[in-house]
C-alpha cells in the first residue's frame, strides 16, 4: 500500500509555544488530506480536511486559529499547534488519500504539552 | 447520514481461537467499509476494504470480513488468534466522495497466551 510519514513522531514542548507536525505521502499524491486527533483509549476525531492549495475545512469545535493547517503541495501537508497548552496533548493522526477509495495513515505524533 | 457501531468495546480470545469482531453500519446508499488496525502509539493501517463484487473480503494477517447488505453488517474475523494481533481495531465507513469517513468507537482485542 501507500506509504504516509508523520513527523515527528513524538514531541514535548512548553506551554505556550508552537508545534508543527508534517504529513507527507512519500509515492502517490495526496489530493485530500485530513488531520484527526485521538485521545486515550477513544477514537479518531476529525479536526479538518484538506485539499491541496485550499484552505482547510474544519470540524465544528476545532479552532481554526489554534490548529493551522496547511496544504501547500500534493505530498505535504502540516498542522501548527499555536500556543501549546497542555489540555492540547494528544496523539495527532494524518492521513492521506489520492485516486483510490480508502486513506492511508501516517504512523501519528505523541504530543506532550508541560 | 453514516455511523458505525461496533457491538463490544473489549473482545478478549485465547490464542489459537478465532476472533470476532462485530460491526454494524448505517448508509442511505452502498457503503464502502474499511478495517483498520492500530497498535499502540501507532498510526492506523488497512487491513481490508469492501467497495463492490464479492461480498467475502480477504485481508492481510489472514482477518475477513463479510458485507451483509440485509443485516447491515460487515464483521471481522479470523480462524485463529495470534499474540501479535492484540490491537485496537477500528471499522470504518466512507461517504460517496470518499472524502468523508466515519469511524466507529474501536474494540480492542486481547490475546491470552
Known amino acids: 500500500g501507500a506509504v504516509v510519514s508523520q513527523h515527528p513522531s513524538r514531541v514535548i514542548c512548553k506551554s505556550g509555544t508552537s508545534v508543527k507536525i508534517e504529513c507527507r505521502s512519500l509515492?502517490?499524491?495526496?489530493?485530500?488530506m485530513f488531520w484527526y486527533r485521538q485521545f486515550p483509549k477513544k477514537s479518531l476525531m476529525l479536526m479538518a480536511t484538506?485539499?491541496?492549495?485550499?484552505?482547510?475545512?474544519?470540524e465544528q469545535g476545532v479552532e481554526k486559529d489554534k490548529f493551522l493547517i496547511n496544504h501547500a503541495s500534493l505530498t505535504l501537508s502540516t498542522l501548527t499547534v499555536t500556543s501549546a497548552h497542555p489540555e492540547d496533548s494528544s496523539f495527532y493522526i494524518c492521513?492521506?488519500?489520492?485516486?483510490?477509495?480508502?486513506?492511508?495513515f501516517g504512523q501519528g505524533t505523541r504530543l506532550t504539552v508541560v | 447520514a453514516q455511523s458505525v457501531t461496533q457491538l463490544d468495546s473489549h473482545v478478549s480470545v485465547s490464542e489459537g481461537t478465532p476472533v470476532l469482531l462485530r460491526c454494524n453500519y448505517s448508509?442511505?446508499?452502498?457503503?464502502?467499509l474499511f478495517w483498520y488496525v492500530q497498535h499502540p502509539n501507532k498510526g492506523l493501517q488497512l487491513l481490508l476494504k469492501?467497495?463492490?463484487?464479492?461480498?467475502l473480503v480477504k485481508g492481510i494477517n489472514g482477518f475477513e470480513a463479510e458485507f451483509k447488505k440485509s443485516e447491515t453488517s460487515f464483521h471481522l474475523t479470523k480462524p485463529s488468534a495470534h499474540m501479535s494481533d492484540a490491537a485496537e481495531y477500528f471499522c470504518?465507513?466512507?461517504?460517496?466522495?470518499?472524502?468523508?469517513?466515519?469511524f466507529g468507537t474501536g474494540t480492542s482485542l486481547t490475546v491470552i497466551p
Open positions: 492521513s492521506a488519500r489520492g485516486i483510490w477509495t480508502e486513506a492511508f
Open positions: 448508509s442511505s446508499y452502498s457503503p464502502s
Open positions: 470504518v465507513v466512507s461517504d460517496q466522495s470518499g472524502n468523508q469517513f466515519y
Open positions: 484538506s485539499n491541496e492549495g485550499s484552505k482547510a475545512t474544519y
Open positions: 469492501y467497495t463492490t463484487g464479492a461480498t
Open positions: 509515492d502517490f499524491q495526496a489530493t485530500t
